[in-house]
């Protein structure tokens, strides 16, 4: 992880650690955790992607630690 991400998670912490109803600080952890999820399930499909060039999904599924049939759906963001 680079500094700049730890930057921007320690940033992000701080700014819902600075919301004073711990009620609202709650309702915005599982917003952010919720578009979060969002998110890097989309990097991780373009990741998969990006690793399909050359390889087959078996080799693809090898970084992720899953089946090639897995990767595939991976890189279409399946469930």
């Not at 998670?9 to 009620?23: E, H, Q, W």
């Not at 999820?37 to 992607?49: C, P, S």
């Not at 690793?51 to 090898?62: A, D, I, N, S």
């Not at 970084?63 to 991976?74: D, K, L, M, P, Y």
């Amino acid at each position: 992880m680079t500094t700049s991400s730890d930057d921007a998670r320690r940033s992000l912490i701080a700014r819902i650690d600075a919301i004073s109803d711990p009620a609202e600080r709650l309702q915005d952890v599982e917003s952010q955790e919720a578009q979060l999820k969002v998110d890097f399930k989309e990097v991780r499909a373009r990741i998969a992607r990006e690793l399909k060039e050359g390889r087959t999904w078996e080799q693809v599924g090898e970084f992720f630690g899953v089946t090639g049939s897995r990767a595939e759906q991976i890189s279409r963001a399946s469930r």
